[in-house]
């Protein structure tokens, strides 16, 4: 089975870091562009993050240029989303997902759970 899986999420104060983790199993992430995602109750998914499959193309969502950094470890299999500077507005559960090639593109595929990121003091 094709299966992301997003970990790392957890309580942090206000201007504190977390990192995230996105594990690929049943297939391998070299060929293809992963973003990160995010939704707090009663909101649309948002866009945060996206790293094309080579690395060298990065996009962010204005609300977390300067404060996010995506990354990818492709022989771990692993993208990250390291996360400074949080804000209570960051609170969300945030996801990963595998995009259809490696350009940062719609067509997201194989959503998880996500994993939950609350910014509180």
């Known amino acids: 089975q094709l299966q992301l899986v997003a970990s790392g999420g957890g309580l942090v104060q206000p201007g504190g870091s977390l990192r995230l983790s996105c594990a690929a199993s049943?297939?391998?992430?070299?060929?293809?562009?992963i973003g990160w995602f995010r939704q707090a109750p009663g909101k649309e998914r948002e866009g945060v993050s996206c790293v094309s499959s080579s690395g060298d193309i990065t996009n962010y969502a204005n609300s977390v240029k300067g404060r996010f950094t995506i990354s990818r470890d492709n022989a771990k299999n692993t993208v990250y989303l390291q996360m400074n500077s949080l804000k209570p507005e960051d609170t969300a559960v945030y996801y990963c997902?595998?995009?259809?090639?490696?350009?940062?593109?719609?067509?997201?595929?194989?959503w998880g759970q996500g994993t939950q990121v609350t910014v509180s003091s």
């Open positions: 997902a595998k995009g259809p090639s490696g350009l940062c593109v719609g067509g997201y595929q194989h």
């Open positions: 049943g297939f391998t992430l070299d060929y293809y562009a």
